[in-house]
């Protein structure tokens, strides 16, 4: 965690923020530069940056590895908004800067905005508008449809997708929801029938989408999953562009498969050109999801809180590349939390049903520290792989709201061989999964077990993790496969139950393996299932 400046601080604000936010700054004590278009002048913002420890904006300044190189001031950033696209954050760790944002203040904004286009698609109202206003009169050509006992299919049924649902059924829509993290429990609570993706493909006449783009949400409508879309559907997508493949959307829009789509956001924006534009059946919009006065004035009131706190005492909230604890906690719990995000990360490529619960295990010395901001570091490991705008401090309300229920257990009484060990068990509709690990006496974060198999291998970044039978040739054949395709070992650590019995190997490789390298260890005789995973 990077000293806080002994002197009175000094924000800029590079972007349109409200007048409230920059007096927030002001009563708190701290010297505030408003300069709301110096974000879009990279040189001019480079050359001034460095006299600032806090950097407030929204999505016009791009805070890259290079402008971080000039900020020698700089301890945090704070984004008014959800999204850090625009935030180098690795840069900005590396760095010492705290990133923060503001994850739930344009849930009701967004959701509002989704409804609006679901009803201007039910109800052509944009080209019905400008027909009139063209001075024509054609009542008979827009025929729409009513919403009413209609089903809506939300894909990802978070913040905003519980929002969503909850307008929807006030209008008497039918809402079926598919969200992997979404449990029965919390489906029945806000009204909804969880199913899986290919019945809410089948069922919905209109969906729409509330999911991060991750990797296994891009193209989440591909042209696959649209054929399996009923005829007459009708898509709407305020989540972010890659959601949809818009090429094959505008296939199935030119046949009449579906039959309309309402769009805020695109693969490539500034949307200037698209293959969705000029279609009679397609609304756009220019992202306006979080576009409202009340949105942008919580987002601004609410980073301006957060940056005023960890300038004036060190208070983290909502901070997108460390967890909320003090600059005295820090240097001891640094490593720890590295190892609770990287065996949850581990867990969380793995599972890929519904999880229903976190159980973090603390035993030796670890269990008499702070334990609040490890258990949220292991949580945001676990949900990071589908929700990548997850952070340190959303994951635990982020779970609660997708009713995981996160347990916390602490053996201070020893642990086995090593002085500290953290064990996490990740509970899915499927079956348990589990893994542990230590900090060396060197600050670095290791495995020690993975499905009850003792094992020793440090985290790297690209690692292969082998399910295999204990029998011979296994080594040999798996290495031979790697050399094959060109790809180097630089850890290899095996480990198993019992001479002939189940087995593991967890493997750091220096390059991407491809899928049909993956597809031909699988070939390999002794091998059960083969993953790679990223840290």
């Known amino acids: 965690m990077p000293k806080l400046t002994q002197s009175k601080p000094k924000v800029l604000i590079s972007d349109a923020l409200s007048d409230a936010a920059v007096q927030i700054f002001r009563d708190r004590g701290i010297e505030v530069d408003f300069q709301p278009g110096l974000g879009k002048d990279k040189e001019a913002l480079a050359a001034i940056i460095g006299n600032y420890d806090g950097l407030a904006i929204r999505s016009a300044t791009k805070v890259t590895g290079k402008l971080l190189a000039q900020a020698t001031r700089l301890k945090v950033v704070g984004r008014a908004g959800i999204g850090v696209d625009n935030v180098d954050v690795p840069a900005a760790t590396a760095k010492g800067v705290i990133v923060m944002n503001t994850p739930f203040g344009n849930s009701i904004t967004t959701a509002e905005h989704a409804i609006a286009l679901m009803f201007a698609l039910a109800r052509q109202i944009p080209a019905a508008d400008a027909s009139t206003q063209a001075g024509k009169w054609e009542k008979n050509r827009f025929m729409g449809v009513e919403l009413t006992a209609k089903t809506l299919g939300v894909v990802g049924c978070g913040n905003?997708?519980?929002?969503?649902?909850?307008?929807?059924?006030?209008?008497?829509?039918?809402?079926?929801?598919?969200?992997?993290?979404?449990?029965?429990?919390?489906?029945?609570?806000?009204?909804?029938?969880?199913?899986?993706?290919?019945?809410?493909?089948?069922?919905?006449?209109?969906?729409?989408?509330?999911?991060?783009?991750?990797?296994?949400?891009?193209?989440?409508?591909?042209?696959?999953?649209?054929?399996?879309?009923?005829?007459?559907?009708?898509?709407?997508?305020?989540?972010?562009?890659?959601?949809?493949?818009?090429?094959?959307?505008?296939?199935?829009?030119?046949?009449?498969?579906?039959?309309?789509?309402?769009?805020?956001?695109?693969?490539?924006?500034?949307?200037?050109?698209?293959?969705?534009?000029?279609?009679?059946?397609?609304?756009?919009?220019?992202?306006?999801?979080?576009?409202?006065?009340?949105?942008?004035?919580?987002?601004?009131?609410?980073?301006?809180?957060?940056?005023?706190?960890?300038?004036?005492?060190?208070?983290?909230?909502?901070?997108?590349?460390?967890?909320?604890?003090?600059?005295?906690?820090?240097?001891?719990?640094?490593?720890?939390?590295?190892?609770?995000?990287?065996?949850?990360?581990?867990?969380?490529?793995?599972?890929e049903a519904p999880i229903k619960g976190i159980r973090i295990t603390y035993e030796g010395a670890v269990a008499g520290m702070n334990t609040r901001a490890l258990t949220s570091a292991a949580v945001t490991g676990v949900l990071r792989p589908i929700l990548q705008e997850v952070n340190m401090v959303s994951a635990p309300v982020i779970a609660r709201d997708r009713g995981i229920v996160i347990d916390e257990i602490k053996r201070e009484g020893g642990a086995s061989d090593y002085e500290s060990v953290v064990r996490i068990t990740v509970d899915a509709e499927d079956m348990p999964r589990d893994a542990a690990g230590t900090v060396f006496n060197d600050g670095k974060p290791r495995v020690i077990e993975i499905r009850g198999i003792g094992i020793d291998a440090p985290f790297a970044p690209l690692m292969l993790y082998v399910r295999n039978h204990d029998k011979p040739g296994f080594v040999g054949s798996f290495g031979s496969v790697l050399g094959d395709a060109g790809v180097n070992l630089a850890t290899f650590a095996l480990g198993r139950e019992a001479e002939g019995g189940n087995a593991?190997?967890?493997?750091?490789?220096?390059?991407?393996?491809?899928?049909?390298?993956?597809?031909?260890i699988e070939t390999i005789p002794q091998v059960k299932r083969v993953r790679l995973v990223r840290f």
């Open 504 to 520: 593991i190997a967890f493997v750091a490789v220096d390059a991407e393996v491809s899928p049909e390298v993956l597809k031909a």
């Open 160 to 351: 905003i997708g519980a929002v969503v649902a909850d307008r929807a059924i006030g209008l008497k829509l039918k809402v079926v929801a598919y969200d992997p993290f979404l449990t029965p429990e919390r489906a029945v609570e806000i009204g909804v029938e969880k199913v899986e993706l290919d019945e809410l493909l089948a069922r919905a006449d209109i969906i729409t989408l509330h999911v991060p783009l991750t990797d296994k949400t891009r193209n989440i409508l591909s042209e696959e999953n649209l054929a399996k879309t009923k005829r007459g559907v009708r898509i709407v997508n305020c989540a972010r562009g890659g959601l949809v493949d818009e090429a094959a959307l505008r296939a199935a829009l030119d046949s009449g498969h579906v039959a309309g789509a309402a769009l805020d956001v695109f693969v490539t924006e500034p949307a200037t050109e698209n293959p969705l534009f000029g279609h009679p059946n397609v609304i756009c919009t220019p992202h306006l999801g979080a576009s409202t006065a009340e949105a942008q004035e919580n987002v601004a009131l609410q980073v301006a809180e957060q940056m005023a706190d960890y300038l004036l005492s060190g208070a983290i909230t909502n901070a997108i590349n460390f967890p909320s604890i003090s600059a005295e906690e820090a240097p001891r719990l640094k490593p720890f939390v590295a190892l609770c995000e990287k065996l949850g990360s581990f867990l969380g490529q793995l599972t």
